[in-house]
């Protein structure tokens, strides 16, 4: 039996990224999708959502995408608990000032 495919999907706390981690897990229910988002608890929300809707193998992770910090922190834990990342949806969006 081949090791379960691990995605990680940034800004999947709500929106987009939301449907999509919900799509993943009902289609892919031996997927294990990490719903990423900037707060924990927005994140584990997310993910409970989905396990109220029997998708199991969704988890979350706290992922700033604007912070160097958080991206280590985020791939430390990843690879502590499943040793590899197999696909990355980056969803998350950012809003930068342009200054003239």
Do not use: C
């Not at 809707?53 to 912070?67: A, L, N, Q, R, Y």
């Amino acid at each position: 039996m081949s090791p379960a495919t691990v995605v990680l999907i940034t800004g999947a706390n709500r929106g987009i990224g939301f449907g999509v981690a919900r799509s993943l897990a009902k289609q892919h229910p031996n997927y294990i999708v990490i719903t990423g988002s900037r707060k924990q608890t927005e994140g584990e929300k997310a993910a409970s959502l989905l396990h109220a809707k029997g998708f199991t193998s969704v988890t979350s992770v706290e992922i700033d995408v604007t912070s160097d910090a958080s991206i280590t922190t985020a791939r430390d834990y990843i690879k502590e608990q499943y040793q590899r990342l197999d696909v990355l949806i980056n969803n998350a969006g950012i809003a930068v000032e342009v200054k003239d």
